[in-house]
């Protein structure tokens, strides 16, 4: 194409026009972003016009938008586990075979031959999450978690140990452990309650947190396949405030909600058809 | 091509542009009424903690969640986003007086807004997301979790409760809960 006299003044036209939109909506954002909403928004932040201009344009620190008085409380933590890189390396690590050894001569005696408990009094193991077991375990020797039984045997051993029993009672295989997904029984409301949780109380399905990796808290145990006096002996605990050691009240919230009849029909549901 | 053609180009061209600078000076238009007119501006705090510590840090154990008035008289609501609650679930506060949310998460990331109010962030953990504002309608407001943070985001809600400045009388360590309703 042959460039003709017209042309060349069309495109200058257009360059400057386009040029001067540019500049415009610079300019209008500079004034507005810097200057316009800072010094309208400052006095929501408790500061003056100056000084929101000046951290607008990045000359003075944005935080703290306000300082804030030392916080007087201490510490009260309910549970002493945390999930750092390193106490997941300690369970990742993990033998479980000296575990197995452990297994059989501490837990067995009430737990059963592996891990399947054969009284009601004490829970099933095997199958069991292993991060739930170590955080129950540490909880027993911290004195987070307090019983009669558990805690002396939990304060003998040391954090591999622990590691070491949690990875044994987590090894076991789908088929010969007691615990793990169940047919569940036939009872369509309480069937919704564990899956679809319950809006209207702002409860969150059981299984958004003890399915087998859905991403919920790494200390949330199996529940499926325990023995449901168990389970409704902890709902109740964390209910009544004689367990607490759920780090941000997740179970004494949830199950101060429940209702006892809801407690025993999802200690039922979780026990499944074995 | 013929000048006509190119002609035509141009037109199409130019009322599609109109049509794009448009749709973005409305959305800007938007933002700034909101930021202006509703007090909404994104949180600009930026403060660290360790989230596999939260727990056991004094600011954010459990004993010190929920409202407190401090010792200068400024008003400080604590909340941890955790899955799948807030803790505490609902959080009393006078209408019409600076108050200070302070939120943080253990676990993944959350986020909240306090319908017909302006606090609205996102909580990360690793990070303390602090909000100030006015609250001037009285009454329990609905604080969903609006990001995405598990199987039971959906079920993931709390309350605040804005009490008429006149109500709003904290205990002798300047602590005030909801009283169950």
Same mark, same amino acid.
């Given at each position: 194409?042959?460039?003709?006299?017209?042309?060349?003044?069309?495109?200058?036209?257009?360059?400057?026009?386009?040029?001067?939109?540019?500049?415009?909506?610079?300019?209008?954002?500079?004034?507005?972003?810097?200057?316009?909403?800072?010094?309208?928004?400052?006095?929501?932040?408790?500061?003056?016009?100056?000084?929101?201009?000046?951290?607008?344009?990045?000359?003075?620190?944005?935080?703290?938008?306000?300082?804030?008085?030392?916080?007087?409380?201490?510490?009260?933590?309910?549970?002493?586990?945390?999930?750092?890189?390193?106490?997941?390396?300690?369970?990742?690590?993990?033998?479980?075979?000296?575990?197995?050894?452990?297994?059989?001569?501490?837990?067995?005696?009430?737990?059963?031959?592996?891990?399947?408990?054969?009284?009601?009094?004490?829970?099933?193991?095997?199958?069991?999450?292993?991060?739930?077991?170590?955080?129950?375990?540490?909880?027993?020797?911290?004195?987070?978690?307090?019983?009669?039984?558990?805690?002396?045997?939990?304060?003998?051993?040391?954090?591999?140990?622990?590691?070491?029993?949690?990875?044994?009672?987590?090894?076991?295989?789908?088929?010969?452990?007691?615990?793990?997904?169940? $047919?569940?029984?036939?009872?369509?409301?309480?069937?919704?309650?564990?899956?679809?949780?319950?809006?209207?109380?702002?409860?969150?399905?059981?299984?958004?947190?003890?399915?087998?990796?859905?991403?919920?808290?790494?200390?949330?145990?199996?529940?499926?396949?325990?023995?449901?006096?168990?389970? $409704?002996?902890?709902?109740?605990?964390?209910?009544?405030?004689?367990?607490?050691?759920?780090?941000?009240?997740?179970?004494?919230?949830?199950?101060?909600?429940?209702?006892?009849?809801?407690?025993?029909?999802?200690?039922?549901? $979780?026990?499944?058809?074995? | 091509?013929?000048?006509?053609?190119?002609?035509?180009?141009?037109?199409?061209?130019?009322?599609?542009?109109?049509?794009?600078?448009?749709?973005?000076?409305?959305?800007?238009?938007?933002?700034?009424?909101?930021?202006?007119?509703?007090?909404?501006?994104?949180?600009?705090?930026?403060?660290?903690?360790?989230?596999?510590?939260?727990?056991?840090?004094?600011?954010?154990?459990?004993?010190?969640?929920?409202?407190?008035?401090?010792?200068?008289?400024?008003?400080?609501?604590?909340?941890?986003?955790?899955?799948?609650?807030?803790?505490?679930?609902?959080?009393?506060?006078?209408?019409?007086?600076?108050?200070?949310?302070?939120?943080?998460?253990?676990?993944?990331?959350?986020?909240?807004?306090?319908?017909?109010?302006?606090?609205?962030?996102?909580?990360?953990?690793?990070?303390?997301?602090?909000?100030?504002?006015?609250?001037?309608?009285?009454?329990?407001?609905?604080?969903?979790?609006?990001?995405?943070?598990?199987?039971?985001?959906?079920?993931?809600?709390?309350?605040?409760?804005?009490?008429?400045?006149?109500?709003?009388?904290?205990?002798?360590?300047?602590?005030?809960?909801?009283?169950?309703?």
């Amino acid at each position: 194409m042959t460039e003709q006299p017209t042309g060349g003044r069309e495109r200058d036209r257009w360059g400057f026009a386009a040029a001067m939109v540019v500049a415009g909506v610079l300019l209008f954002s500079v004034v507005m972003g810097l200057i316009v909403l800072p010094v309208l928004q400052a006095p929501n932040a408790g500061i003056d016009p100056w000084t929101a201009i000046c951290r607008a344009v990045g000359l003075k620190a944005g935080s703290p938008a306000q300082p804030q008085p030392p916080v007087s409380a201490t510490a009260a933590p309910v549970s002493q586990v945390r999930w750092t890189p390193a106490t997941l390396k300690i369970l990742a690590a993990a033998d479980p075979r000296p575990g197995a050894a452990l297994a059989q001569a501490v837990c067995s005696a009430c737990h059963g031959e592996a891990g399947l408990s054969p009284s009601t009094d004490f829970p099933h193991l095997s199958g069991q999450s292993g991060a739930a077991i170590y955080k129950q375990l540490s909880d027993f020797r911290s004195g987070a978690r307090f019983n009669a039984q558990m805690t002396p045997v939990a304060k003998k051993l040391t954090d591999e140990q622990l590691a070491q029993i949690a990875a044994y009672y987590g090894s076991f295989s789908r088929r010969a452990a007691a615990l793990g997904p169940r $047919y569940g029984i036939g009872d369509a409301a309480i069937s919704r309650l564990a899956n679809r949780g319950d809006p209207a109380r702002a409860l969150p399905p059981c299984e958004s947190c003890h399915a087998r990796g859905v991403g919920g808290p790494p200390e949330a145990p199996v529940l499926s396949g325990q023995q449901r006096e168990y389970l $409704y002996r902890q709902l109740r605990a964390f209910a009544g405030g004689q367990r607490g050691n759920d780090v941000y009240r997740r179970m004494r919230d949830v199950s101060s909600h429940l209702s006892d009849d809801e407690m025993h029909r999802l200690a039922e549901f $979780y026990q499944g058809l074995s | 091509m013929s000048e006509a053609d190119e002609r035509a180009i141009v037109r199409s061209e130019i009322r599609w542009a109109v049509v794009a600078i448009a749709a973005v000076s409305v959305i800007m238009l938007a933002v700034i009424f909101a930021a202006i007119a509703m007090h909404i501006n994104p949180p600009s705090n930026v403060e660290r903690i360790n989230p596999q510590d939260l727990h056991l840090s004094a600011e954010f154990t459990e004993a010190n969640l929920g409202t407190k008035v401090e010792a200068n008289g400024q008003i400080t609501a604590r909340i941890v986003a955790t899955q799948f609650a807030f803790v505490p679930r609902c959080v009393v506060l006078p209408a019409d007086r600076p108050v200070t949310l302070r939120f943080s998460s253990p676990d993944v990331i959350h986020g909240l807004l306090v319908s017909g109010t302006n606090v609205n962030t996102m909580v990360v953990p690793g990070y303390v997301s602090q909000v100030h504002t006015v609250l001037r309608k009285t009454g329990d407001l609905l604080m969903p979790c609006h990001e995405y943070c598990g199987l039971g985001h959906s079920e993931m809600s709390g309350t605040i409760r804005v009490v008429p400045s006149a109500q709003f009388r904290p205990g002798p360590d300047g602590r005030v809960a909801c009283a169950a309703k």
